[in-house]
């Protein structure tokens, strides 16, 4: 079995059992009640609260220093994405997380 087909379905396992960062993609979290809702609801159907407009992933991603090429979450000593190669610019900390 090659490679790209053991990520293929290593990804695809990842979604199904709702791990890695597709399934974080169509995941938003219930302030209120915390429950994992699917990100195109727009009420939380456990508790009836308003759901963020924010993905699970988006959170994530905001938190993160992210490639801007493939979309990897990297290290902040990283100085190049270790999924695509892209040399990646200086990470700066967002304060307003």
């Given at each position: 079995m090659t490679a790209e087909k053991l990520q293929?379905?290593?990804?695809?396992s990842m979604k199904q059992y709702g791990f890695g960062l597709?399934?974080?993609?169509?995941?938003?979290?219930?302030?209120?009640?915390?429950?994992a809702i699917s990100a195109d609801q727009r009420i939380c159907s456990e508790c009836g609260h308003k759901l963020?407009?924010?993905?699970?992933?988006?959170?994530?991603?905001?938190?993160?220093?992210?490639?801007?090429?493939?979309?990897?979450?990297?290290?902040?000593s990283?100085?190049?994405?270790p999924q695509c190669g892209k040399k990646l610019l200086k990470h700066k900390r967002n304060s307003n997380i």
């Amino acid at each position: 079995m090659t490679a790209e087909k053991l990520q293929l379905i290593r990804l695809e396992s990842m979604k199904q059992y709702g791990f890695g960062l597709q399934a974080m993609k169509t995941i938003k979290v219930c302030g209120a009640c915390k429950a994992a809702i699917s990100a195109d609801q727009r009420i939380c159907s456990e508790c009836g609260h308003k759901l963020p407009n924010k993905t699970l992933y988006q959170i994530y991603k905001a938190r993160h220093r992210v490639c801007p090429i493939c979309e990897t979450i990297v290290p902040d000593s990283c100085e190049y994405c270790p999924q695509c190669g892209k040399k990646l610019l200086k990470h700066k900390r967002n304060s307003n997380i």
